[in-house]
């Protein structure tokens, strides 16, 4: 077969998929569906290798090319097609209101309905209804932009009212419409971890739907518990002008099955389940979207992209806005076919944009706002570091041989004693994996209930709100029994908030470390790593390494949010001379601000024990 053969043949699959009925000239039935693609079509110009038809009248030409060709070039081409119909052809006006030009693996498509007509790729072809729903928003005695179509719609987005919004916000939202006023159709957003990122995504989804006409919007997250958390934002987001929650005027959807609810103005996910609905998976297992990607980093690494194929119950023009909010970088290219694959804007958030993911949005960052200017506001507070250090963090130990070793099963846990015949020698990282030390986690917990009250909160009497990031499930189990010996405290005082905790929803957890005076300390692996929204926490203790800047930064971020006076208790004091918490280890954040706490500081803390490979301030003691 040649290569136009085989192009041809693949024109005609897309097309048939997308709903369209693909004839040959000598045998028209422009009955036969709503959208009709004629192969070969005789124009005054030329030869149209396709014409669409819908309604019964021509909207567009589709010039088809071999595989491998550019296609820019042939936009002039179709314009003959465009501007040149046959006598006695039926037409939705002149010139062709579409043009599509295609290998059969690459497509670009131009509407010349919108106010600056641009050609854009796109995966696959539209469907008929869409293209006629664009149609009925364009009546040909409108100008182009002041037409009811979305990208004319952008243009002409009311004043933003200021109220409820921190100047960042408002800066963020302002820039982003203008960027969709301009037809750019990536748009990176950057602002610091705790400046209200989420806030300001939904404000401007709020818009987009309302004043712009967006159908449907996609809001992708890292994991499950986010998008619950993301839910909850929609739920209790009060509209500027309506004084109604969101939710009351448009339907959102959490997708927790593998299907799209059709009335869903706003849809959250996952890139897992998103792929797997184009996969045409009936179901997706739910414990795949409790794990974050960035504890999935080095599983992730050498994997090949995801392979996306056209899926009709899914088509490209489902979303009209794609907001992905930050996700793990593997996003951008493990995952990019399936953002690619609709013909939306898309617009990233994170505090942590790396080279890939500013190459991914054509570097259009719309939102420049840091830790340091977020400080400088108001929005967040700053932190210092305090740093522990053990002999056998650094640098491993050895366990000479006839010395009897307490040996644990992984998947059991159970334990039996043994005697080596050899000696035992562990490195840095095989230290809580391969070869737990109970007294180097004792150690680093002793050193920190010394330090509390001395170095880090002098004057304090309460143990503040403290997460410590573990290494895994089994060694945050480790850590939790030594914390409730080392403080002399009960169970409710330490308590672990893994996907592997049983008896409560992990939210729930989540929510009484949040909003209760126990538990005082919580650990966890990185169920709470990203994303969460715990305004209470001061200390932050890392007692694992974290290699990724990006994920250090949001780990870090979840002590660095401000809280307000109205959010403490009666009677609750001020201390008038700064507290300067520090941390143990690798970098981290945290603040004061918890209803409980008899004094509050401006500052944060970080604790950690382990180095972190990331950037970060340390004061060495």
Same mark, same amino acid.
């Given at each position: 077969?040649?290569?136009?053969?085989?192009?041809?043949?693949?024109?005609?699959? #897309?097309?048939?998929?997308?709903?369209?009925?693909?004839?040959?000239?000598?045998?028209? =039935? #422009?009955?036969?569906?709503?959208?009709?693609?004629?192969?070969?079509? =005789?124009? +005054?110009?030329?030869? +149209?290798?396709?014409?669409?038809?819908?309604?019964?009248?021509?909207?567009?030409?589709?010039?088809?090319?071999?595989?491998?060709?550019? /296609?820019?070039?042939?936009?002039?081409? =179709?314009?003959?097609?465009?501007?040149?119909?046959?006598?006695?052809?039926?037409?939705?006006? /002149?010139? /062709?209101?579409?043009?599509?030009?295609?290998?059969?693996?690459?497509?670009?498509?131009?509407?010349?309905?919108?106010?600056?007509?641009?050609?854009?790729?796109?995966?696959?072809?539209?469907?008929?209804?869409? #293209? +006629?729903?664009? /149609?009925?928003?364009?009546?040909?005695?409108?100008? =182009?932009?002041?037409?009811?179509?979305?990208?004319?719609? #952008?243009?002409?987005?009311p004043p933003l009212p200021r109220a409820g919004l921190r100047d960042c916000q408002v800066e963020a939202i302002t820039n982003l419409e203008r960027s969709f006023a301009e037809n750019r159709p990536r748009a990176l957003v950057q602002m610091a971890t705790g400046s209200g990122k989420t806030y300001t995504a939904v404000s401007s989804i709020y818009r987009l739907i309302k004043f712009a006409g967006a159908r449907r919007v996609l809001f992708l997250v890292d994991r499950s518990n986010l998008a619950r958390q993301t839910l909850k934002e929609f739920e209790q987001f009060v509209t500027p002008d309506d004084g109604r929650k969101f939710t009351e005027l448009y339907n959102v959807q959490h997708l927790q099955r593998n299907s799209i609810d059709p009335v869903a103005r706003v849809c959250i996910t996952t890139i897992q389940r998103l792929y797997s609905i184009l996969s045409g998976e009936s179901e997706l297992d739910s414990s795949v979207e409790e794990l974050s990607l960035f504890d999935l980093d080095n599983a992730l690494a050498n994997q090949p992209p995801r392979e996306v194929r056209y899926n009709p119950s899914v088509p490209i023009e489902t979303f009209d806005i794609i907001i992905t909010d930050e996700c793990h970088r593997s996003i951008y290219h493990l995952w990019r076919g399936v953002l690619e694959y609709f013909d939306a804007f898309i617009v990233g958030l994170t505090a942590t944009p790396g080279k890939q993911t500013f190459g991914f949005f054509n570097r259009n960052l719309v939102m420049e706002y840091g830790h340091d200017r977020a400080v400088a506001d108001g929005v967040n507070v700053d932190y210092q570091v305090y740093r522990i250090r053990t002999e056998i963090t650094e640098k491993g130990s050895s366990v000479e041989h006839d010395y009897y070793v307490d040996k644990r099963d992984r998947q059991t846990r159970a334990r039996r004693w043994e005697r080596l015949d050899e000696d035992l020698t562990y490195g840095a990282n095989q230290l809580d994996r391969d070869v737990v030390a109970p007294d180097q986690i004792r150690t680093v917990i002793r050193a920190f209930h010394d330090a509390l009250f001395t170095d880090l909160f002098p004057g304090r009497t309460e143990v503040p709100k403290t997460l410590i990031f573990a290494k895994d499930d089994s060694h945050a189990d480790d850590i939790v029994e030594i914390l409730r010996e080392e403080f002399a405290r009960g169970n409710e005082f330490a308590q672990k908030i893994t996907y592997k905790t049983t008896g409560s929803r992990p939210e729930q957890l989540i929510q009484d470390f949040r909003n209760s005076y126990y538990p005082r300390i919580a650990v966890t692996v990185d169920m709470i790593s990203t994303g969460t929204d715990i305004k209470p926490l001061e200390v932050l203790l890392f007692m694992r390494s974290v290699k990724s800047q990006g994920f250090f930064e949001q780990m870090k971020g979840r002590g660095t949010r401000t809280i307000s006076d109205t959010e403490f208790p009666p009677g609750a004091q001020s201390l008038t001379a700064p507290e300067e918490a520090a941390r143990l280890g690798s970098s981290g954040s945290l603040r004061p601000k918890h209803p409980f706490y008899t004094g509050r500081t401006p500052g944060s803390a970080c604790l950690s024990s382990h180095t972190c490979r990331s950037r970060c301030h340390r004061r060495g003691r």
């Open positions: 077969m040649k290569p136009e053969e085989r192009a041809r043949q693949q024109i005609d699959d #897309l097309l048939q998929q997308a709903g369209w009925a693909v004839q040959d000239r000598e045998r028209i =039935n #422009l009955g036969a569906r709503r959208g009709v693609a004629i192969r070969e079509f =005789n124009m +005054a110009t030329g030869t +149209a290798d396709y014409l669409l038809m819908v309604d019964r009248e021509a909207i567009g030409p589709i010039e088809a090319k071999k595989v491998g060709q550019t /296609l820019t070039g042939v936009e002039e081409q =179709n314009t003959k097609y465009r501007t040149g119909a046959s006598v006695g052809l039926p037409t939705a006006r /002149l010139p /062709l209101p579409f043009a599509y030009e295609t290998t059969g693996i690459e497509t670009r498509f131009t509407s010349y309905l919108d106010p600056e007509p641009r050609s854009r790729p796109v995966f696959a072809f539209h469907r008929p209804e869409t #293209l +006629a729903e664009w /149609l009925a928003q364009s009546p040909e005695s409108v100008p =182009n932009d002041q037409n009811d179509t979305l990208r004319s719609r #952008l243009c002409h987005l």
